[in-house]
């Protein structure tokens, strides 16, 4: 089975911070890797997929970003928004594991 | 839009087995794969199996392994998951998600909460 780890799994900062997220694959994962985010009570949302491509209705301040060897990845907020506080997981979708997830909270 | 509506609450007792409905509209129901997913309390997300709603046929995850049983019925467009001897640690809430041809679930249902307990 792949294994995904996320760190880390919780996140403090201020609106207006970048924050960065990070996953790896035990296995090289082809960059089929999506990254959704999840609010209490909610259905979890698309984000992104294929490592980079960013879902319609998200906006730019997140991005995705994958490595050469298929193992590390990476989620990018560049402004965190009051709506980003949630908590995101990344998946890898050759058998559909999640990682560990990270809560973004307020400082 | 594509709607995914999920049956309501269930508890149930230890040993007991549990089915959770999930109803799709909005796009050709047969045309993507269903996947649900589970998340037990202050834990991650949990993939349990997916179906072929063309076919029926099924994969689950190892840890379900004969006790989670995926059926659709595509004269209603509805797909079912039935988990068996239930058990505490089965308590969670439970989604179903659509999988876009590559693979990752562009849309989810609800959720459904299953709480075990005697």
């Known amino acids: 089975d792949i294994q995904m780890t996320q760190s880390p799994s919780t996140l403090s900062a201020f609106v207006g911070d970048r924050v960065t997220i990070t996953c790896r694959a035990s296995?090289?994962?082809?960059?089929?890797v999506a990254w959704y985010r999840h609010k209490p009570g909610k259905a979890p949302e698309l984000l992104i997929s294929?490592?980079?491509?960013?879902e319609g209705g998200f906006p730019s301040r997140f991005s995705g970003n994958g490595s050469a060897s298929g193992t590390d990845f990476s989620l990018t907020i560049s402004s965190l928004q009051p709506d980003d506080f949630a908590t995101y997981y990344c998946?890898?979708?050759?058998?559909?594991?999640f990682g560990g997830g990270t809560k973004v909270e307020m400082k | 839009q594509v709607q995914l509506v999920q049956s309501g609450a269930e508890v149930k007792k230890p040993g007991a087995s549990v089915k959770i409905s999930c109803k799709a509209s909005?796009?050709?129901?047969?045309?993507?794969?269903m996947h649900w997913v589970r998340q037990a309390p202050g834990q991650s997300l949990e993939w349990m199996g997916w179906?072929?709603?063309?076919?029926?046929?099924?994969k689950s995850s190892q840890n379900f392994q004969g006790r989670v049983t995926l059926t659709r019925d595509t004269s209603s467009n509805t797909l079912y998951m039935e988990l068996s001897s239930l058990r505490s640690e089965d308590t969670a809430v439970y989604y179903c998600?659509?999988?876009?041809?590559?693979?990752?679930?562009?849309?989810w249902g609800q959720g459904t909460l299953v709480s075990v307990s005697s």
């Open positions: 998600a659509r999988a876009r041809a590559a693979g990752y679930f562009d849309n």
């Open positions: 909005g796009y050709t129901f047969t045309g993507y794969a």
């Open positions: 179906i072929n709603t063309g076919n029926g046929n099924t």
């Open positions: 296995q090289g994962v082809n960059n089929w």
């Open positions: 294929k490592a980079s491509n960013l």
């Open positions: 998946q890898q979708y050759y058998s559909y594991s």
